[in-house]
């Protein structure tokens, strides 16, 4: 007799990662089964311990993630990847599947994913966290200062947060958390007694100061609404554009090093203990719709003292930026 799962499951993609993608991650097909998901999340429920509120946010979360990160280009990474489909669909399993073993429904109606079609898209980049295209969505102003000018601002992480009041920006920038189911942690002395644990174990990464200038990795019109705006800058060549912000601010703040790259998405309760988790470059991964892309100054030794902001001024980006609107 076959196993069925005792929740209800999406409808999943028909394309798998290639054998060799699968493989090389110790999986095969069987892997992106919704009978196997429960079979090993029966074998560590690493949300038991969460507050129902928590839970449930989690769940609406992952429910919006699914509408937003689901296309073809997804459908082949292996799971174990944020940027791929199947990772997302078997995180909403797993919620899904702890709110039924507390006998609870799901908090919204359940997803029902559509790739969404790239054919009337401006651009879009080589595939998925690719950096090749990037995409700056802001108010016809700010549009128009960037090609013009070169105008742009680096928000100090600290006070990003209190600056930035609407949902899709809402995070704590100087500190990422992340918890180790606590069941499944063993905590000893020194001597090797072992600790009990109660509740999960949290983990906290902290780090130097730093400015952020962010951007998205792909075009999506929802974006617009999220963002609140009606412009959308893409950054044609990436490269130059990096290079300008560089040299316009050693001048302003010596000493401290420039850096950008796609941001990693991470699930504060399912990362485990050996994954670096960066305090700038890592987010929770109910963020991951928006596809960030950041540009930062780090201090990481002597250096003036961080302010607010600071404003960077590179000259006409015309020739590397194309302009879209609404």
């Known amino acids: 007799m076959s196993y069925r799962p005792s929740i209800k499951q999406l409808e999943l993609p028909s394309v798998f990662p290639t054998l060799n993608a699968m493989e090389s991650y110790g999986q095969s097909s069987a892997s992106y089964e919704p009978e196997f998901w429960e079979f090993e999340y029966r074998a560590r429920r690493y949300l038991s311990n969460l507050q129902m509120p928590e839970l449930q946010r989690r769940y609406a979360d992952i429910a919006r993630n699914l509408m937003y990160l689901v296309s073809p280009d997804r459908h082949v990474i292996p799971l174990n990847s944020f940027l791929s489909s199947w990772y997302w669909y078997r995180k ?12 609870q429904e799901a908090p919204v109606s359940l997803p029902n994913p559509v790739a969404m079609s790239f054919t009337d898209v401006p651009r879009r980049p080589a595939h998925p966290n690719a ?8 108010k016809e102003r700010r549009v128009n200062e960037l090609v013009k000018l070169g105008t742009i601002r680096m928000w100090h992480a600290e006070f990003y947060e209190k600056l930035e009041k609407d949902p899709a920006r809402q995070d704590i920038e100087m500190l990422k958390t992340q918890f180790l189911h606590g069941p499944s942690t063993v905590i000893t002395t020194a001597d090797g007694q072992r600790i009990p644990v109660k509740g999960d174990v949290r983990i906290e990464h902290h780090g130097p100061d730093y400015y952020v200038m962010c951007m998205s990795c792909d ?10 705006c009606d412009h959308c800058a893409v950054i044609a060549n990436v490269d130059a554009f990096a290079r300008a912000i560089e040299e316009a601010a050693s001048a302003i703040v010596p000493g401290w090093r ?3 790259n796609p941001v990693e998405y991470y699930d504060p309760y399912d990362s485990g203990k050996s994954t670096y988790i960066s305090h700038a470059t890592a987010k929770d991964f109910r963020f991951a719709y928006q596809r960030e892309y950041r540009f930062l100054l780090m201090r990481l030794g002597e250096g003036p003292e961080p302010c607010r902001h600071i404003d960077l001024t590179l000259g006409p980006m015309g020739s590397h930026i194309e302009v879209f609107s609404l």
């Open 92 to 103: 909403e399993f797993h919620t899904r599947l702890e709110l039924f073993l507390r006998h």
């Open 131 to 138: 950096g090749d295209l990037l995409y700056r969505y802001a």
């Open 219 to 228: 075009w999506d019109p929802r974006l617009f609404a999220d963002f609140q």
């Open 258 to 260: 420039f850096h950008h």
